[in-house]
């Protein structure tokens, strides 16, 4: 189901695309660290050393890479959701200075993915999953509801819609006002 599917073509808030982003890279984390969790039974060797030296280092190093991709959209999330540099630097204990060099680029790449959802990523690659966040969000919203969903371990009530019941929709009368 798309946005044009369900007849409502009111655009998501940026604040709501940005959580969304958010939730995707969370998702990311939490898939690539489940996958290190089980012992492979071809994994270790009689001896105890591995059959494939270096495969879970580089496991590893993906997961940490997602986790930084997470870290990066929590704060864009909060400086589209209104936080100011120093209120981030507070949080991270570093200087306001310190967390817009640290997180600006990536918050300009997020503005800009807005404005051109055909958009170019920051090596120049065009990066698919932003262009269908940015065109149905919708549509990613509910594959995280599926994935919520379907790991939930039964100690929350998180309802039918746990990401795109969240998603707020930009509401067009106050825009047409603000432009008037």
Do not use: N
């Not at 369900?6 to 940026?14: E, L």
């Not at 996958?35 to 495969?55: N, W, Y």
């Not at 300009?108 to 993915?113: M, V």
Request: aromatic content about 6%; some cysteine.
């Amino acid at each position: 189901m798309t946005e044009s599917d369900t007849g409502t073509t009111a655009p998501y808030t940026d604040a709501a695309r940005a959580r969304l982003v958010m939730a995707y890279e969370a998702c990311e984390v939490a898939e690539r660290a489940r996958a290190a969790v089980p012992i492979g039974e071809h994994e270790l060797q009689p001896d105890g050393t591995t059959r494939s030296p270096g495969a879970m280092l580089a496991d590893a190093a993906r997961v940490l890479s997602a986790a930084q991709r997470f870290f990066e959209a929590a704060a864009v999330f909060e400086r589209v959701g209104g936080a100011d540099w120093q209120l981030i630097g507070d949080v991270l204990e570093v200087s306001p200075h310190t967390a817009r060099v640290r997180f600006a680029m990536a918050e300009a790449g997020f503005r800009e993915g807005l404005l051109f959802p055909e958009g170019i990523g920051a090596a120049g690659e065009v990066t698919r999953l932003r262009v269908c966040m940015a065109r149905e969000p919708l549509e990613t919203a509910l594959d995280l509801d599926d994935w919520v969903l379907r790991h939930e371990d039964g100690d929350s009530d998180l309802g039918t819609t746990p990401v795109s019941g969240g998603l707020v929709r930009t509401d067009r009368r106050r825009r047409i006002e603000k432009h008037s």
